[in-house]
């Protein structure tokens, strides 16, 4: 009994771990910023707070890189192994886990302090390159789903919602891309761009329980 408590239990947590993924990096931003003097959460960027240089470039990832990559992967996990998962569901996995590995690699390679230097370092190459997964893997995964085969674990309300999804993230990634153009408003669009995809995996993760 005592065993199957323990399974239980882990199945609960890796089930509630999208949820988790979004709360905790809610938190884990809005923390780390208070450690960054005059830190604008609407014209810089997450990934400031990291950079090379930058006053919690140590902190930023041990709050949020590192074990968010952790809770990203654990989920992603949780979508593979469940039983009867179909191979929408086994790719969407996948594609989470992929976002959690870019999550560490982006937290281990800071980006440069200035985000629009015209010659980036090796390691903000890098970054920039982890962005991109990031950014795809969580674009695709809401895209798979709402065409996935008939599945007991998602209806069709939730399909609906993951096109609105990624229409929304696909609005915000526009705006934050005339930001740029600007320098303004970059780090708003940004986050409503990513918080949008991570409220469907709190959606997706509640689903799951």
């Not at 065993?3 to 239980?8: P, S």
């Not at 140590?58 to 990559?69: A, E, F, R, T």
């Not at 891309?177 to 320098?183: F, I």
């Amino acid at each position: 009994v005592f065993n199957y408590k323990r399974i239980f239990m882990f199945e609960t947590i890796s089930a509630l771990s999208g949820l988790f993924a979004t709360i905790w990096i809610s938190v884990g931003v809005f923390v780390t910023a208070k450690f960054y003097p005059n830190y604008d959460h609407k014209n810089q960027f997450c990934s400031e707070l990291g950079a090379a240089g930058s006053p919690t470039e140590k902190l930023s990832p041990i709050i949020n890189n590192y074990p968010l990559g952790f809770i990203f992967c654990l989920f992603g996990w949780h979508l593979i192994q469940l039983n009867n998962a179909n191979i929408a569901l086994v790719v969407t996995g996948i594609l989470i886990m992929l976002h959690g590995i870019g999550t560490w690699v982006a937290g281990y390679f800071p980006m440069d302090k200035d985000p629009y230097t015209q010659s980036p370092t090796l390691s903000c190459k890098i970054h920039s390159w982890a962005g991109v997964i990031m950014l795809l893997s969580l674009l695709l995964a809401p895209v798979i789903v709402a065409f996935s085969p008939v599945s007991t674990y998602i209806p069709f309300e939730f399909r609906v919602f993951s096109i609105i999804v990624v229409l929304l993230a696909i609005f915000y990634l526009v705006k934050m891309a005339k930001g740029l153009k600007n320098r303004k408003l970059t780090g708003l669009y940004q986050r409503l761009s990513y918080w949008v995809k991570l409220i469907w995996i709190s959606v997706l993760s509640l689903l799951l329980i």
